[in-house]
């Protein structure tokens, strides 16, 4: 099992502050999810949870270590990956490079992904939004990862790959953590979803995906 966490945790931009001391926990193996619109904190806490972006206050915990102070690149080394929103692939790089950087070859990727196969000469520079995002994440689940961090994972994707994409995220054998506005499909029987929502940079709800009520 892995679990992350965050204590108390302050994040300052400037004058402003993003997290006003919101406390929340993802335990893994499973998929937690950050709920919240934009400018809820929600990709604040992602990436405080992967170091790249330092707390004013409070801890990250791993597995009930303190790991506030270890670098991003540390973290990455021990296991973790951030997908962030944007900037989340090499753009200069063709596909299969991309997918050769992070595994053995692109064999996995198309198992996930198939769509990915006819693009695979292309840059992904060149690819769309939903195309890049099933690049980037298709890099991340083949990579035997410990946690997975995820900013709006289906972002442009067409629904039924979006539900696919969720589906690959739930059964990842780690502690997966995404960031968005909706809940994403039911889990799976025997697979509980775990939602922090947040508002204005503080926590609203904590509880499983069935026990929050529409807003």
């Known amino acids: 099992m892995t679990t992350l966490s965050l204590r108390h945790a302050r994040v300052r931009y400037g004058p402003l502050e993003a997290l006003h001391g919101v ?38 915990e791993w597995d009930g270590v303190d790991v506030t102070r270890l670098p991003a690149r540390e ?13 989340a692939v090499f ?9 050769t950087l992070a595994t ?11 769509e990915l196969g006819p693009l695979l000469a292309r840059r992904a520079g060149t690819l769309s939004g939903g195309e890049q995002r099933m690049l980037a994440l298709a890099r991340v689940l083949a990579s035997h990862a410990r946690v997975v961090l995820v ?14 994409t969720y589906a690959l995220l739930g059964a990842l054998d780690a502690c997966v953590v995404v ?12 697979r509980t979803v775990f939602v922090h929502e947040l508002r204005r940079g503080a926590l ?3 509880g499983e995906a069935g026990e929050r009520r529409p807003r």
């Open 91 to 99: 753009p200069s790089l063709t596909v299969r490079e991309n997918l």
């Open 23 to 60: 406390t929340l926990t993802a335990p893994g193996p499973g998929l937690t999810v950050l709920l919240g619109r934009n400018g809820s904190g929600r990709t604040t806490v992602l990436r405080a949870l992967a170091g790249t972006v330092a707390l004013s206050a409070g801890t990250v």
């Open 204 to 206: 609203v709800f904590s």
């Open 151 to 164: 900013d709006e994972p289906a972002q442009g994707m067409a629904p039924p790959v979006a539900d696919r």
């Open 179 to 190: 960031a968005g506005e909706r809940l994403p499909p039911p889990a799976p029987r025997g």
């Open 104 to 114: 053995a070859g692109p064999r996995p990727a198309l198992d996930a992904y198939p």
């Open 75 to 87: 973290r990455a080394r021990r296991g973790l990956r951030l997908v962030p929103e944007r900037r």
